[in-house]
């Protein structure tokens, strides 16, 4: 329904579009993100015609865009701008008929405009606003008005730039799934989304723009890793998938001028799993285990990207594993105890007695996760009595400290 | 706010018009009552009853130019009896001045509104791509130089250059940004000002005559000024009118008005030059008449809404009746003073008196 074809646009000296391809087929939802300044407005302004592009085509049906009349393009193509804000006191019925102009003769009436506008005020649930003066509206309302003139319009095409960019989560998402239906009917649907979860959750496809150029496209799951976050975003970032939907779920982290240590997590739980990521999140380059294969703390590490050693359920850990961490410890500056479970052998107690830094992070009691008896308990106090035992919000602090004796910052 | 009924607002709004031309008619040194001046008023009515082609002298502006012309002729359907004196007063004199004073206040306040909504801009006003000062120029160059050519054509052609002036400045690659379109009639505005400046420097005993156009008057209006005037500012109006939609789509801006399938610069075009083709026929017999087309537009805005398709046609009557009005206490006082310094005089206070009591700071 929509292809573009190598398209470029310039400002000036400014290359804003730099050979873009895409296409949207009808009944398809494909949503373009990227950052700041990327070109998703330009690209949106190119495909409803606004924008004569410097060299390259852009179809809609049959036809290039830019040869057809404005009446022309705008029955095929229905627009829902960025900026909704109006200075006028239009009533939100004379908004949304305002769609109906491509449709209407300087001449005679629109016969359909009453029921096109009903219907559009209806399926946006904007009707009890009918009457309201548009320019009294929450940024919420207004934004679904002009989504109902956009439907009033009675485009086969669709364009959206931040449709939901003003509007709260419930909005949002309730816009969202009205464009997904719109899309279901078998329009083209192409819209500049910020929200990447949003974006992912709803679209079919999603078009990563960065500088100019469309970096990536394809499935949401595809497109959304971690880094792409890092190349188009310049942002850290973890993308997870998101249980209750099951699409991405996207998490940035500021960016950090501290870190830079290596970090070594022993342990494991929710405390373990909470210190990789407070310490990759910081910045440290992280390696951690051994966890069990079900270790919550395991998933966040892969998550990540982390390093770590596993070991199977319900088993004693083997030798090459021992060895892999010992080694991973010795390189490490610090190591982290992150609520550990003491084993008869107390392999973790042993494996500690090499960091040249130690850092100790409790939740639970000992007694609950000592089973090495009296000689485990005896072990770790002594591991303890040498380490930094804070509470697990103050690791990134702590590892950030110049390495000094051993002194207990925070006990349970 | 509903937007109010199309039909009652302006059919109260003709009422009021037609209301004020008659009671207006009854003001002068002789007082006429107001039954004469109805029954006066409508034994001037004329309808078209055909047309008449030959060769003959044209009256353009006053001036006598011999062209193969088409003339209608006019059937009177009323007759009713009035005094010889009353019916010359009220026919003669009166009553083009006061029909030509609604003529004009009606394209001054159309033109306002248009250009109001054409700039999103709540100072524009009819003047603002420079017709009236072109208009000046032309008028004051008349008759400080005694040209030979009648004041009203070099006023309606310096209207009209000065606009185009305007335009061809402001456009480039054939788009007109109104924000340049603004400056640039700022610009010639200014410079035009000093034209006027200069020719006032040197009009000499002319002085008194050039000033006293400038501020806008009515004074020996002639039922040949209104047969000119009149068509060209119902036509002008007419093509305005069928514009209404496209205004209303166009202040949502340029680039949405596109998006809903309005031709953008196409529409400008037209709108810009018609708005400035019905203030030239209006500043060419009246001078240069501040406050009808800015303030009139605002007033009516906030009583009927944005709306063009109602605002337009109500605000062109209320300019009309406001023009009438102000005329007639312009030559109601001891000594007649021009009317452009009492549609000012009049119309800022109350424009004020507006600002202070609801918001006018938006179109």
Redesign the interface.
């Known amino acids: 329904m929509i292809r573009v074809d190598d398209v470029h646009v310039a400002f000036g000296d400014v290359e804003v579009l730099d050979g873009v391809d895409l296409t949207v087929e009808a009944g398809e939802f494909v949503g373009l993100v990227g950052p700041n300044g990327a070109g998703k407005t330009t690209l949106l302004?190119t495909v409803?015609?606004?924008l004569t592009p410097d060299s390259g085509d852009v179809f809609v049906g049959e036809d290039r865009i830019h040869d057809l009349?404005?009446?022309a393009?705008?029955?095929r193509?229905?627009?829902v701008?960025q900026?909704t804000s109006?200075?006028?006191?239009?009533?939100v019925a004379?908004?949304v008929a305002?769609?109906r102009?491509?449709h209407?003769s300087?001449?005679s009436s629109d016969p359909d405009r009453g029921a096109r506008v009903d219907a559009a005020l209806e399926r946006t649930e904007t009707t009890h606003l009918r009457?309201r003066?548009v320019d009294t509206l929450s940024g919420g309302e207004r934004q679904r008005v002009f989504v109902a003139r956009a439907l009033a319009?009675d485009a086969p095409t669709l364009v959206l730039d931040e449709p939901t960019a003003s509007l709260d989560v419930n909005h949002a998402t309730q816009t969202l799934a009205l464009v997904r239906e719109l899309a279901d009917e078998s329009r083209a649907v192409l819209a500049a989304i910020h929200d990447l979860e949003s974006a992912a959750r709803f679209c079919d496809r999603l078009a990563l723009v960065h500088d100019g150029r469309i970096v990536d496209q394809g499935e949401p799951a595809d497109v959304l890793t971690t880094e792409a976050l890092e190349t188009a975003f310049d942002a850290r970032g973890v993308v997870t998938t998101n249980p209750v939907t099951d699409s991405p779920a996207v998490t940035t982290l500021p960016s950090t001028t501290g870190g830079g240590r290596r970090v070594h997590v022993l342990g494991g739980g929710e405390t373990g799993a909470s210190v990789v990521g407070s310490c990759w999140a910081a910045g440290h380059q992280v390696s951690a285990g051994p966890f069990s294969h079900d270790d919550a703390a395991r998933s966040v590490a892969r998550t990540l990207d982390v390093p770590v050693e596993t070991t199977p359920p319900f088993a004693a850990i083997d030798r090459a594993t021992v060895e892999a961490v010992s080694e991973q410890i010795a390189a490490a500056d610090v190591t982290v105890l992150a609520d550990p479970v003491i084993d008869p052998a107390a392999t973790v107690c042993r494996l500690a007695d090499d960091a040249e830094r130690l850092v100790v992070v409790e939740s639970r009691p000992l007694a609950e996760r000592n089973y090495g008896g009296e000689r485990g308990r005896e072990r770790y106090e002594s591991l303890r009595r040498r380490a930094t035992v804070v509470d697990a919000d103050r690791i990134p602090a702590v590892l950030d400290e110049k390495p000094g004796p051993g002194r207990v910052l925070a006990d349970d | 706010m509903e937007s109010p009924p199309r039909a009652p607002v302006l059919l109260g709004l003709g009422a009021a018009l037609v209301a004020t031309v008659l009671a207006s008619a009854t003001v002068g040194p002789v007082s006429i009552d107001l039954l004469t001046v109805s029954k006066a008023a409508l034994n001037a009515v004329g309808v078209p009853a055909g047309l008449s082609v030959g060769v003959g002298t044209t009256r353009i502006f006053g001036a006598s130019v011999p062209l193969p012309s088409v003339s209608l002729r006019y059937a009177y359907p009323f007759s009713f009896a009035v005094a010889d004196s009353s019916e010359t007063i009220v026919r003669q004199i009166r009553l083009p001045r006061i029909v030509l004073g609604a003529i004009v206040g009606f394209a001054l306040a159309a033109a306002g509104t248009v250009m109001q909504g054409f700039f999103r801009n709540p100072l524009a006003d009819p003047s603002i791509i420079g017709v009236s000062s072109g208009a000046a120029v032309g008028a004051v160059a008349a008759i400080v130089f005694a040209v030979g050519l009648p004041l009203q054509a070099m006023a309606f052609a310096g209207a009209i250059l000065a606009a185009f002036a305007v335009y061809l400045v402001a456009t480039r690659d054939g788009e007109t940004p109104v924000a340049t379109l603004l400056l640039a009639g700022v610009a010639i505005q200014t410079f035009l000002g000093a034209v006027i400046s200069y020719m006032l420097v040197h009009a000499g005993e002319s002085l008194e005559r050039a000033v006293y156009w400038l501020m806008g008057h009515l004074q020996n209006s002639t039922w040949s000024e209104v047969e000119v005037t009149l068509p060209a500012a119902f036509l002008a109006f007419a093509v305005l009118h069928a514009y209404a939609h496209d205004l209303n789509v166009l202040l949502m801006g340029e680039e949405d008005a596109h998006a809903l399938g309005i031709e953008v610069e196409r529409t400008k075009r037209i709108l810009l030059a018609v708005a400035s083709v019905i203030t030239a026929a209006a500043v060419a017999v009246a001078g240069v008449i501040g406050f009808v087309g800015l303030v009139v537009p605002h007033v009516l805005r906030l009583i009927v809404g944005p709306d063009h398709r109602i605002l337009l046609p109500a605000s062109a009557l209320a300019g009309a009746t406001f023009l009438v009005a102000a005329d007639t206490l312009a030559r109601s006082g001891p000594a007649e003073v021009p009317v452009g310094i009492v549609t000012a005089a009049v119309g800022a206070p109350f424009f004020l008196y507006l600002l202070r009591r609801k918001e006018v700071h938006t179109v």
Request: proline share 6%.
């Open positions: 302004r409803n015609g606004a009349s404005s009446r393009a705008s029955r193509v229905a627009t701008p900026d109006v200075r006028f006191a239009f009533d004379d908004v305002m769609g102009t491509p209407r300087r001449f009457d003066r319009q």
